[in-house]
């Protein structure tokens, strides 16, 4: 976990979990693409398409993601 979480940046170069670098680095950069976290920085944020290939993910799931996302964003309610 602490590797990956290290290697997040570079998800590749983790020794140990390729998979769980790959997830966390994607993560982020869904969060920062979102506006959450950074400013206008966040969609300047490289993501890396070895990592996609990585965990199986296409550029098609994240936008359906991110979709799904705001959507729940939306819907307050949801979280009371």
Do not use: R
């Amino acid at each position: 976990m602490v590797e990956a979480i290290a290697c997040h940046h570079q998800p590749l170069s983790t020794a140990k979990n390729k998979p769980l670098a790959s997830i966390v680095h994607i993560s982020d950069a869904v969060t920062l693409q979102m506006g959450m976290g950074l400013g206008i920085d966040g969609l300047m944020y490289p993501l890396s398409e070895e990592a996609l290939k990585v965990v199986g993910v296409t550029g098609d799931d994240l936008e359906f993601l991110m979709a799904d996302i705001v959507d729940l964003f939306i819907d307050k309610d949801m979280f009371s």
